[in-house]
């Protein structure tokens, strides 16, 4: 007997009954694959955020470098820097790749009468403005440093120097060469995010002025590739290690955003309890079902107990009742794929805009997230609902192939 054919003719005959569970199953998909393409899309951004601002998602430096990182030291850069940016750049034109060569080194600021540490960072101020984005927290009056010899300051470090738009700064620091860097700054802006790490300690410059005042011609201590997807990060590791060749990376260290420090650990967590809990929202819609075929299941105990009574093994009994459960949750979970994957598509390209939620926190970040369309996402869409209706089938199905021939014929008269 083909245990299929026979469990979709007894899915027709009541399909009232039939259309209830596919509901239930089609809404529960809905909700899981929606939902994740929701959640993957804000786990995007939180790692967006980060990596933008400290790795990348790909992440270059020099293995002496990688060893002293801590320290962010000058005298270990990447000498060529620029022609590694372009070749990384190229490596598919299809995609939208950024890299970013960026700077970061300890700085004496002075004006006039005083003095204070901070931090620099160096980068091309057009990949700055879509990674580290100060210039979004710019104060009126001024600029951002577009023009060779210009910086933008915290307004903290701005109050502590007593310095407005359009005055000198005074920025010493140790050259990669060991000497004594000095160079003289116009401040062309001053930021303020609200938050005393960035404003009262880091001021912005040119990679440029950067690299002519730390004796580092065409060099950069670290480039930041930024990928469409972060979940590319290791195939994009791969990639570049060998657009390279050895010659060029036996003296660098490539590494995914995923290997460096311990926020990693954070989104995997993150990952695995979303994971959880839309397969609990697809047991939910999976619950019906379960009812459904337990009514089945007494409802033809007396067409059960003559199947058994003609020879039909109590193992295919088992599977054709569990076969019609499992084709309920496939059906559902189908159309419900499809109506979540519209959805993500229809909001993809928008995005949610949580600006006006997070306006009193001014911390250079992007805050829109898009839902994202992913085959993973399809495919827990679909597999977790099937799954979970075929599950909840498992229990009436069993029950229906441990029943005794005689109890079953006497069930109904």
């Not at 967006?48 to 002293?68: D, L, Q, S």
């Not at 995914?256 to 697809?282: D, N, R, T």
Request: hydrophobic fraction near 45%; glycine fraction near 10%; aromatic fraction near 8%.
């Amino acid at each position: 007997m083909n245990l299929f054919s026979f469990a979709w003719r007894n899915l027709r005959r009541n399909t009232r009954r039939s259309l209830l569970a596919v509901l239930s199953t089609f809404l529960a998909t809905l909700m899981v694959v929606a939902g994740n393409g929701l959640t993957e899309g804000f786990l995007d951004s939180m790692v967006r955020n980060y990596a933008k601002n400290e790795t990348g998602h790909v992440h270059i430096t020099t293995t002496a470098f990688r060893e002293r990182s801590r320290f962010t030291p000058v005298d270990e850069y990447i000498p060529d820097a620029g022609t590694l940016v372009q070749k990384i750049e190229g490596l598919n034109p299809t995609e939208y790749v950024l890299a970013a060569p960026r700077i970061r080194f300890g700085v004496l600021l002075s004006s006039g009468p005083f003095t204070k540490p901070a931090a620099a960072i160096a980068g091309d101020p057009e990949k700055e403005r879509s990674l580290l984005m100060l210039n979004r927290n710019i104060l009126p009056g001024g600029s951002y440093c577009d023009e060779p010899g210009t910086a933008i300051i915290g307004s903290g470090l701005a109050s502590d120097l007593e310095l407005k738009v359009g005055d000198t700064l005074k920025v010493i620091a140790t050259r990669s060469d060991g000497g004594i860097g000095f160079k003289s700054l116009r401040v062309s802006g001053i930021f303020q995010t609200g938050t005393n790490a960035l404003d009262g300690s880091v001021f912005q410059m040119r990679l440029d002025d950067a690299q002519a005042m730390l004796a580092m011609p065409g060099g950069a201590q670290q480039i930041l590739v930024m990928l469409p997807d972060y979940r590319q990060a290791n195939a994009w590791r791969g990639k570049i290690n060998d657009a390279l060749g050895h010659g060029e990376t036996q003296n660098l260290s490539i590494l995914s955003w995923s290997e460096i420090g311990e926020y990693p650990k954070v989104i995997q967590l993150a990952e695995a309890i979303y994971l959880g809990m839309w397969f609990f929202i697809a047991l939910l819609g999976a619950f019906i079902i379960a009812n459904i075929m337990t009514m089945v299941v007494l409802e033809r105990r007396r067409e059960t107990g003559i199947l058994m009574a003609m020879g039909m093994p109590p193992t295919e009994i088992a599977f054709s009742f569990l076969i019609e459960g499992t084709m309920l949750g496939l059906g559902g979970s189908v159309i419900g794929t499809a109506a979540g994957i519209a959805f993500n598509v229809a909001f993809a390209r928008k995005g949610f805009d949580f600006s006006s939620a997070l306006a009193g926190f001014s911390w250079p970040i992007d805050n829109i997230i898009r839902p994202t369309v992913s085959l993973s996402g399809v495919l827990a869409g679909i597999l977790f609902c099937t799954v979970a209706a075929a599950l909840m089938s498992f229990l009436p199905s069993w029950r229906a192939s441990r029943m005794e021939v005689v109890d079953a014929l006497k069930a109904v008269q």
